[in-house]
């Protein structure tokens, strides 16, 4: 049932002695965290101090350059949620990682079930429409980059020498469009993820209920529904919780394909942070930063429910 | 589906979705790919169709070689993910083997401490860790990847590993045991060599993350070449005029090729990775 170290191994009843360090290292505890202590180091002092670093920047004035600052509570926070930009980087940011979800989810569905038949090329093609998600984001964004380009999209040359419009399509100039072209590019991104691992999940479906569903007359809508849906329920939800949680915390498309513009319409929690470090502002940028923590908090406790339950 | 065998059902359940599903996500690509090969005059010329080659050029590759540091960012991000991925993958296995097959007060809560840790984002951690890499005079250097990679690479691989190591029967180092061998023989003469597939897609898989990170380095490592290559390439190669997007895009290629030639193989194994301490247990 739980995920973690269930069954003990049991001992063994009889056994040749070993002597010295060998016999100390043979009972599991002390060992366990000699063998995890490497680990553990490098994360206790490149994540959880630094972590521990952040909050307490978060409550300070300090600004890169000076060598004063001072200890001034929930200031920051304060003054961020009466700034505008912020209020806005929330709002992108809620929008970028929540409305996004149900287009890759049923894109991703779709293209499961897809992939999840035999033909020729599927190992082939399985790999390939995988790319977006493998490709460093920082590299794919590029492309799009040149696809919403004010000047070179083809998309506006095309449709200017069809006609179709007078002008170039303005899709990073200005705040709906950008965010709506910044959503575009995150489904793409997403979408892969999402099938493949509902793809795995439909390789536990026992297909001999599909065909017994199948020769009782159901439709195929009624065997997804019932056969096919409770199986994969799981993975879905968790799926689902893992992608919300990294575009949530995402930079690089965004930084990439406007660094927060056009006049910070499109920042999220990421790109804003890090405009403000640019600006050496350290302490809100810290505070930007760290109010992020108690939304994935909630997520992360969520998913772990779930990771936990899966059996 | 079952008993639709007919080619026109064939041609609505499965080929017409296949071709929607290339275009829209292969498309970009597809479109880096011609655009690499673009003459820089037709890249200019709005009145050709955008999405076809009039002519053939590899003058934006020969640039990416000649004119700029791409192969010093390309060799940067190779010694950072080589050297981030062996310091995680020795600290994963450790800790896989611990979790996964020893028992000891405090494993439980030491295994959701891991699988929270690899939740955490470089965002919420880059401006006080950039504090940190600078009081350890890192900055700049390789070492400050090397070393703050395994953050994430570290929970994923050694959650990843866990679950591989339940799978191996503990009769077998039961066994050797009994003959009197000592745990950490038994762990290094039995066990590794059987988790071995297990290792090898780990260290895959993170060499594939470290390959793609991109916040730490352009926080950490952005000063001259030394940069990785996805950074150099964002900050280097945008430039203020319109003839930059050919080389951009034959730097776009080049860089996909090897994740993509290292994840087509192991994707498999990725996702049941993700969920094996569940599946697993």
């Known amino acids: 049932m739980s995920v973690l170290p269930i069954e003990a191994p049991a001992r063994p009843v009889e056994r040749a002695k070993p002597t010295g360090m060998g016999r100390i290292l043979d009972r599991e505890a002390p060992l366990a965290y000699l063998l995890m202590f490497p680990g553990l180091f490098i994360l206790a002092l490149f994540m959880a101090y630094p972590f521990g670093l952040g909050v307490y920047l978060s409550m300070t004035d300090k600004y890169v350059g000076f060598a004063n600052y001072d200890f001034i509570g929930f200031d920051n926070f304060r003054y961020l949620f009466q700034d505008t930009i912020f209020q806005r980087t929330v709002r992108n940011t809620f929008v970028y990682s929540f409305f996004t979800v149900p287009f890759k989810l049923v894109l991703g569905m779709g293209l499961a079930l897809v992939l999840n038949n035999h033909f020729h090329f599927s190992r082939f093609m399985r790999a390939g429409l995988l790319l977006p998600w493998i490709v460093p984001t920082a590299i794919s964004s590029l492309a799009w980059l040149m696809l919403y380009d004010s000047v070179l999209s083809p998309f506006s040359i095309l449709f200017k020498n069809w006609g179709l419009i007078d002008s170039n399509i303005n899709f990073l100039g200005s705040q709906y469009n950008a965010m709506a072209a910044l959503c575009l590019a995150n489904v793409w991104r997403g979408v892969p993820f999402f099938a493949v691992s509902i793809l795995a999940g439909l390789q536990a479906v026992p297909p001999d209920l599909h065909e017994a569903a199948a020769l009782d007359g159901a439709s195929a809508w009624r065997r997804f529904r019932d056969v096919t849906l409770p199986v994969i329920r799981n993975i879905v939800l968790i799926s689902t919780l893992f992608s919300v949680i990294w575009t949530f915390a995402d930079f690089q498309l965004v930084y990439v394909l406007t660094k927060g513009g056009p006049a910070n319409s499109t920042h999220v929690f990421g790109t804003y942070a890090y405009q403000l470090m640019g600006f050496s502002d350290l302490g809100t940028a810290a505070a930007v930063s760290v109010s992020m923590f108690p939304i994935l908090a909630v997520f992360a406790v969520v998913l772990l429910r779930y990771v936990r339950a899966e059996d | ?281």
């Open chain 2, 1 to 281: 589906m079952v008993g639709s065998n007919t080619f026109r059902l064939r041609l609505l359940q499965l080929y017409l979705p296949l071709a929607f599903y290339a275009v829209f996500l292969l498309f970009p690509f597809a479109w880096m790919l011609i655009v690499s090969f673009k003459p820089a005059n037709d890249l200019l010329d709005t009145t050709i169709n955008p999405f076809l080659l009039y002519g053939f050029t590899f003058d934006h590759y020969r640039y990416l070689f000649e004119e700029t540091d791409f192969l010093r960012w390309t060799l940067n991000t190779f010694i950072v993910t080589v050297g981030a991925t062996i310091l995680s993958l020795v600290c994963s296995i450790l800790i896989g083997y611990a979790l996964g097959r020893l028992r000891f007060r405090g494993g439980n809560t030491m295994g959701v401490i891991i699988f929270l840790a690899y939740l955490v984002p470089p965002t919420l951690l880059f401006i006080p860790l950039a504090q940190v890499v600078t009081r350890f005079n890192l900055y700049g250097e390789y070492w400050s990847l090397i070393f703050t990679y395994p953050t994430f690479l570290i929970p994923f691989a050694g959650w990843l590993l866990m679950g591989y190591f339940r799978t191996i029967p503990i009769e077998l180092e039961q066994a050797a045991m009994v003959d009197g061998a000592t745990r950490l023989r038994a762990m290094w003469t039995i066990i590794m060599p059987l988790a071995l597939p297990g290792i090898l897609s780990a260290g895959i898989f993170c060499f594939t993350l470290g390959w793609n990170e991109f916040l730490y380095a352009l926080v950490f490592m952005s000063t001259g070449t030394m940069k990785t290559m996805p950074v150099g390439v964002v900050s280097d190669l945008i430039r203020a005029d319109v003839l930059f997007y050919g080389s951009l895009m034959a730097a776009g290629i080049l860089g996909s090729v090897p994740v993509a030639i290292a994840y087509s193989f192991f994707v498999d194994h990725y996702i049941s990775g993700l969920t094996a301490g569940a599946t697993k247990g």
